[in-house]
């Protein structure tokens, strides 16, 4: 950590790093369009990738929490995870066969005559984003799931014999008792998202720049290891603001 700090404070100028120390990297984070462009569709992505995860990952957790057999939900919970376990490169290029314009989903379109000409749905955000939700569902999945597991049985039950409405019990009980594992579950997604390199590069085709491409780029093409290191450190205080933001929210939870 000490040497991506110092190294932030370095310039590259006329294709050497200079060492002496200066806040022009910090300077040029805080001017450069670009780099405020790339930060707004990082964000824009991760947070439509933890909006959609939550809403898929929650129905899930709760069907696998109260409706699924207690000696099942173990296998069900393995059978749900199995699938993560190939390789993260292979589940993006898999995205890429569904969802290209001789893909799975436009050739089932077109089949059945719903469209005419192919619809362009690979190396664009959508893709990025729902290639992020499938590959961080189940992290919230998991958070979820263990949260509610945590409710004791007898409140709902207790709501109900009170004459409340399935409804009311889960938006007065079960859902205010499980936001700690819904914000854990969106947390970890966004962790995992922003930083995510991989996926926007080969779902998305790198046609939408988000922060870690230009920090790949200042790397790979220019060798501008001040400005990625600074680029790096900014990111770190993202992550950092949305897990003080996760820590404060569990803890007003926890003295409801």
Sequence with gaps: MVMVILTSLYRRTGGTTN??????????LATDATIHQALLNSLEVVGLTVIFSTLVA?????????????????LVLLLTVVPFWTSYVVRSYSWLLVLAKNGVINQTLQSWNLIGEP???ANTRFATVLAFVHFFVMVSTLTIYASLRQIPRNLPLAARDLGASPFYV??????????????????????????DYITPQ???????LLLPQLLMLQVSRRGDF?????????????????????????????KR
């Design 226 to 254: 001040p400005l990625a290191a600074a680029m790096a450190l900014v990111l770190l205080v993202i992550v950092a603001a949305v897990y003080a933001v996760s820590a404060k929210n569990l803890t007003l939870e926890r």
């Design 58 to 74: 929650y129905p899930l957790a709760y069907i696998i929490a109260f409706r699924v057999p207690a000696k099942w939900q173990a």
């Design 119 to 121: 619809l362009t749905l």
């Design 170 to 195: 889960f938006a007065r009980v079960t859902l205010p008792l499980s936001i700690p594992g819904v914000t854990v579950g969106a947390f970890l997604t966004f962790v995992l998202a922003i930083g």
């Design 202 to 208: 080969i779902v998305g085709g790198g046609n939408e």
């Design 19 to 28: 060492r002496t120390l200066s806040l022009d990297n910090y300077l040029r």
